[in-house]
């Protein structure tokens, strides 16, 4: 039987990754913990869409997720826990069918990999219904079992932490780049409003200020004429 855990601590750029990729996501994805000590995340990779994480009909890791254990291995970081993100429409308040699949998962390939005592970890992150064009996230985190929450860290550990930037493939690349598509978009527009803005102030100016400013000139001219005029 796994081990309890008592937190799960992350890098910070892996955890910025994490939210920053539920906050655009439109499906639920799913992907793998990895770090070289247990307790402690310092990569997350994602393998797909709901379920593409395990095989269904024997509930072990998918080919594609085996691979990426596999890679991760070689490079001395083990396999830590799971986490799904998921998108805007899921409204489940207990694991879904895939999220369960996927923590058996975990624990058939924990067991395998590291012993019956090792302990891994599992997360949810949920973004809520917008609200004004803004949103919430809220994360949740368990050990081996799920009805235990555990606390969430995000602390620095070593300089063997792998670099900031985390590969972005697959349907994740096709989503960044349709946002950046989006983002362009909304710069150009903002360049018209900008730059009509400053036409209607250059007009109002002419218009309203300039006469105003004018008249103060003659005001003072008319005014050091007096002045002069007195001490002649």
């Known amino acids: 039987m796994a081990s309890d855990v008592a937190e799960i601590s992350l890098e910070p750029h892996t955890w910025a990754f994490m939210l920053s990729t539920a906050a655009v996501v439109s499906e639920d994805l799913e992907g793998l913990f990895f770090g070289p000590a247990p307790g402690h995340v310092c990569s997350f990779r994602l393998v797909g869409g709901s379920g593409s994480s395990t095989d269904k009909a024997t509930a072990v890791l998918s080919e594609r997720a085996q691979e990426l254990v596999a890679e991760q291995m070689r490079h001395e970081f083990r396999l830590l826990g799971w986490c799904n993100l998921r998108g805007p429409s899921s409204t489940a308040s207990t694991l879904t069918p895939e ?24 997360c949810i992150i949920q973004r809520g219904p ?3 064009d803004i949103f919430q996230q809220v994360a949740v ?28 493939t697959g349907q994740l690349q ?14 150009a527009d903002l360049d018209k409003i ?4 400053l036409v209607e102030a250059e007009e109002k100016f002419e218009k309203e200020v300039l006469p105003q400013v ?13 002045q002069s005029t007195q001490r002649a």
């Open 214 to 226: 004018k008249r103060l000139r003659t005001a003072q001219r008319n005014a050091e004429s007096v």
């Open 141 to 168: 985190a368990f050990g081996p079992c799920v009805k235990k929450k555990i606390p969430i860290t995000v602390r620095r550990f070593s300089a063997r932490a792998p670099p900031a930037a985390e590969p972005v």
């Open 174 to 187: 096709e989503v960044m780049a349709a946002c950046a598509a989006d983002l362009r978009e909304d710069l």
């Open 194 to 197: 900008v730059e009509r803005v």
């Open 99 to 122: 999220e369960a699949r996927l923590h058996q998962a975990l624990k058939t390939a924990s067991d395998a990999l590291s012993g019956p005592d090792a302990a891994f970890a599992g």
């Open 130 to 132: 917008k609200e004004k």
